[in-house]
């Protein structure tokens, strides 16, 4: 296989017994999950998915969020970000109507540095995009979002805009 990578998955592990039990798993290593993040009530799981060309995963076709059940019961991971956006890094918000997402960015990957990074929250059903920051390109870059306990606000890292390391971690009050 070379240079190929294989199916990617989303596994559920029960630490007491040691027992791991497949939630979803991707046909080939052209789609690849990242990031799984339980709802608050337990019953499901959004992830980052990405598409590329083949299975070397050299050429990305999108990042987007999916949603699965956490039982297994979906057939298909069920996408709630447009391809356009980029989505990446999810995290549920405490009452499990919205989710926190940044769009990508590799800090590493001097390619990624002529993109923005911002983020946004979407309704698990995939309506009500939000854009949560505007930095637009070359500016400061927000990453690892997650909510507070009680919802109000967002913590992030935020970056230089060109990759350069972390500057400091900020907190961002959200518009009701």
Same mark, same amino acid.
């Given at each position: 296989?070379?240079?190929?990578?294989?199916? +990617?998955?989303?596994?559920?592990?029960?630490?007491?017994? #040691?027992?791991?039990?497949?939630?979803?798993?991707?046909?080939?290593?052209?789609?690849?999950?990242?990031?799984?993040?339980?709802?608050?009530?337990?019953?499901?799981?959004?992830?980052?998915?990405? =598409?590329?060309?083949?299975?070397?995963?050299?050429?990305?076709? +999108?990042? *987007?969020?999916?949603?699965?059940?956490?039982?297994?019961?979906?057939?298909?991971?069920?996408?709630?970000?447009? @391809?356009?956006?980029?989505?990446?890094?999810?995290?549920?918000?405490?009452?499990?109507?919205?989710?926190?997402?940044? =769009?990508?960015?590799? @800090?590493?990957?001097?390619?990624?540095?002529?993109?923005?990074?911002?983020?946004?929250?979407?309704?698990?059903? #995939?309506?009500?995009?939000? *854009?949560?920051? +505007?930095?637009?390109?070359? *500016?400061?870059?927000?990453?690892?979002? =997650?909510?507070? @306990?009680?919802?109000?606000?967002?913590?992030? =890292?935020?970056?230089? #805009?060109?990759?350069? #390391?972390?500057?400091?971690?900020?907190?961002?009050?959200?518009?009701?």
């Amino acid at each position: 296989m070379g240079d190929n990578w294989g199916p +990617s998955a989303i596994e559920v592990i029960d630490v007491a017994v #040691g027992a791991r039990r497949v939630i979803h798993e991707s046909a080939d290593g052209s789609i690849a999950y990242y990031n799984p993040r339980w709802s608050p009530d337990g019953s499901r799981i959004v992830f980052g998915l990405e =598409t590329y060309t083949d299975a070397t995963e050299n050429t990305l076709v +999108s990042a *987007a969020l999916a949603v699965v059940a956490a039982d297994g019961s979906d057939a298909n991971p069920r996408i709630i970000t447009p @391809p356009e956006v980029g989505a990446w890094e999810p995290d549920w918000h405490p009452s499990g109507d919205r989710i926190v997402f940044r =769009t990508r960015f590799d @800090p590493g990957d001097p390619a990624d540095r002529t993109e923005p990074t911002d983020l946004y929250a979407i309704r698990p059903d #995939g309506t009500g995009l939000t *854009a949560v920051t +505007s930095f637009g390109l070359g *500016a400061q870059r927000a990453i690892e979002p =997650t909510w507070t @306990p009680d919802g109000q606000q967002i913590v992030y =890292t935020l970056i230089d #805009g060109f990759g350069g #390391g972390q500057t400091r971690a900020r907190r961002l009050e959200i518009m009701k």
